[in-house]
């Protein structure tokens, strides 16, 4: 790894703390990608950004902001990053996804929070993150009780703009949110200084549609028989494209995407034939968090989608490209953002068409629905997952877990349990 | 002046009798009945000391079964009695670390010795006595074996907190060959690190005195100084700092 | 109960009970709510008992979490175990529920209610300065009263819906010179006696008839005998009702006085007034609900404005702040009503629980230590 000690110091780094962090990463990156079988070359570029993670991508980032751009933090796929590109600004993903933030979280959070809002806090306020260093402005938003409280906490830090989000799925609400959206763009342009015009948004539009595409394509592959890419490494694709420049994030993406669909012109899968078929649902997997993959794909089953913020919910849905102005533009963002189908909205029963829908598409054989602990809406919604599932006749199985090792021989269990339920 | 400090907890029973400047102390397994177990403290202390019943005082009862116990003139937390206890030994101490048989407490003290702040751990067991006595016998030894039998060096990351995870955590790393002392290293890191985001969320300020029946064993407070970052100290006959807190409390309301 | 002129209240449960059940035979309509941001103004104005439904005890909770996850807060799993369980009787009676998404849990959960009964759910904004926000309520309100008009066959005319909130306001004010009799040392009341008055609201079929209880209640207790000085501690923090009521007890137990709530059951919606210089009764009432400072709003600050008087005015020595398990918004603020209180150089204790009594010896020792704070 190249040094960048004398950036993390001139970010104000607690570079020792760090070190731990730095120390820690390779070693379970190693055992969780590393020794996969038959890994596909387009993936090297996605391992030298691990092995880079907290360098690489924020030295760019500096450089942006040298040359006078500004940097947005983002927690959410809800928040339109279309905006921020718009006015020259870098929307980056900031979720912490690792138990390592999690106790400086706690000294201000309480415990019974979930893991991957005090990772998040936790990781500003320790000081060994460098995007939460860099981050000009952090844009938070109010999809669940958890978020929207840290957030006043993290705003006595940091300079934040909250997002509105609509809890219903109205006429009204896509109209309310369609307002938000011109609010942040006010926000944008008093903190970058620029304006943002029909061209510039129309261009931002087309940029991260690139990028859903491109991401849309690589999913697309999963749905071979025989599965060219492990659950694993595709989780690590969509992971990453919340940090990365979007252009690059396409390119990469599409070309991994060209060699997937090389392999299955030849049937060439990374697992055996006869390899169950996972879908795993439910609540985001930020970066580093590859738990429960580990788990299901070294039980001998194959992830072959995730219905989540890190997965399809991040991709699915483009934004109409043809809106000839700016408030048609807006529109249509607000149109786009609001078919997401978060657990956050009541009624959410998209989301469980959606599931169903991905089900028949990846022909999966069971779900794993999941949510990180203390999410009061997803574990309430498990029910409804569950109910329609039973319906179907689709296996499901719900798991509430967290960041730490704690439960990870009991999850194991419980999966390979119900994998076995899965092969009779 | 004299006055007697009971400490009844869960598992030992502690008391301090103190007349003018001589302190007497004794303890006792609780057993089934708390309010006997403090009477049989009582007459114990006045055995060892020579006072007469009368001569005392007053009595100030702490701990679990301060509630149970029937002729206390004052029932006073083990929160209170601790802070009064470490602080007459140490008055430069300002954070309490308190492992008890059910319970972990984090105290704050003023600079004269006063509770400003503390916290406890919910209804869970998991950083207390109780977790390292259920550990203790899934590994065949005594709980009080456990300080000396441990090897940081050959630490094994025992991740489970929860006491029913952890013991069939232990049982797992035992029949994969794993070293008794590396899992007992482990336990005290997870104790350690449980008390510790406890403390943190308070604010941890030097210096750090550890008591309870805990305190006795030294890998934990070498987990405690690992994971609070600064050193820790044993408060000598640390089983007894309530007892004695209650003791020097009841010469005070005496003089009162 | 210790105070005699509390007794009527304490059993107002029952004799309400009775009393629409007869209404309910003769035709009229119940409508049940859960929340103090429910404005049961709109529900008068219809002609029909709006009542507060049961979720303040923990014996329906086990079937409860067969549906609902374990780790929810009880006051979540209580209301949804007595509406599957049938235990309710308020529940029973009701024609429609209202339920609003003032939290993950609750916003969920009525999802799941809708099985049970006719559920209208109100959308609550997440803060309670933007104009943005206040429009959405305002049109939430209305669309309330459309609903209520539909389902209830009727008409709410602004002249009724005038009335009802004169008639509801006249119900607050009430018992808020109840509750601000406790600022006297020794105070009044005790905790519990608050609790039991403010409760009696929820469930009353006739609200005249109340106000006039309340009424005699503040001129018959100037006779009342003071009591000892002892510390004088406020509630804060989730809803407590009667069932819920263990901190309460405890702490009274102990000895101290419980002076004032500031929770839903307390001083949080006593204070609210509406404007009447307003000429549209739907946005006097808009504006007054949206002023709860609920956690649910982000961010809050008039909570902690109004803690800090109340702190002044009740001349509190500690301060008590309860969350329910797994009440995240409660649970995160607490993080500045410490900090506010611990400013002030008062003794702050923030209690997590739930309806069980398993904690309750936990929760003696940290009640008496902070009591024990107070001593010096």
Redesign the interface.
Known sequence: MADYREMWSNLDMDLEKHDVLCQVLPEVFGEVYLSQQKRPRGMDFYDFVVSEIHGVRPAELIEHQKSGGKVFGTFCVYVPDEIVFAAGGIATGLCGGSQFWV?AG????????CPLIKASVGARLDKTCPFFRIADMFVGE?T???K??????L?SEVPMH?I?I???KRA??VN?FE??IHSFIKVVEDFTGSKISADSLGESIKLINNKRKALQRLYEARKAAAVPISGKDALLVTQIAFYDDPSRCAQMANQLSEELEERISRKEGVFPEDTLRIMISGTPMAIPNWKLHHIVETSGAAVVVEESCTGTRYFENLVDETAPTLERQVRALAERYMKTNC??F???SARIDDILRLAEEYKVDGIIDTNL?????Y??????VKQALAEKNIPVLHL?TDY???????LRTRVQAFLEMLRE | MTGIGIDIGSIATKGVLIKDQSYYRVILPTGWNPRAAGHEAIAKLLALSGVERHGVESVVVTGYGRVAFDSADRIVTEIKCHARGVSHLYPEVRTIIDIGGQDSKVIQLGSSGQVVDFAMNDKCAAGTGRFLQVMATALGLEVSELGNVEDPNKLLAVSSMCTVFAESEIVGLLARGNPKEGIIAGLHQSVGKRVAAMARRMGVKPQVAFTGGVALNRGVKRALEEELECSVMVVESCQYTGALGAALLACQSGKQ | MSNQYIAPFSNARDINLMQIKAAKASGRKVVGIYCAYCPQELILAAGAIPVSLCGTREEPIPAAEVLLPRNLCPLIKSSFGFAVTDTCPFFHFSDLVIGETTCDGKRKMFELMHELKPVHVMQLPHNNVSPAAFDLWADELRRLRLRLEEELNTRITDESLWQAMELVGQERKFIKAMFDLNQADPPLFTGLELLTVSWSRNFSSDKGGLIGQLQQLLENVREKPTGTPAPRVLLTGCPVGLGSEKVITVTEDLGAHIVAMENCSGYKTVDLQYDNTIDDPIIALAQMYLGIPCSCMSPNPQRLELIERMIADFKVDAVIDLTWQACHTYNIESYHVGKLVKEKGLPYLHLESDYSNSDKENIKVRVQAMLEMIEK
């Open positions: 106790a706690e000294k201000v959070l309480p415990p019974n929070t109010t669940c009780d958890g929207k409280k840290a957030w006043e906490i705003a909250v509105d609509p809890q219903m009204q609400d309310a307002r938000e657990a956050c009541t009624p959410n602990q203390f999410c009061n809406l574990s309430t919604e498990s029910h409804l509430e730490s090792e704690q439960d990870f021989e009991q």
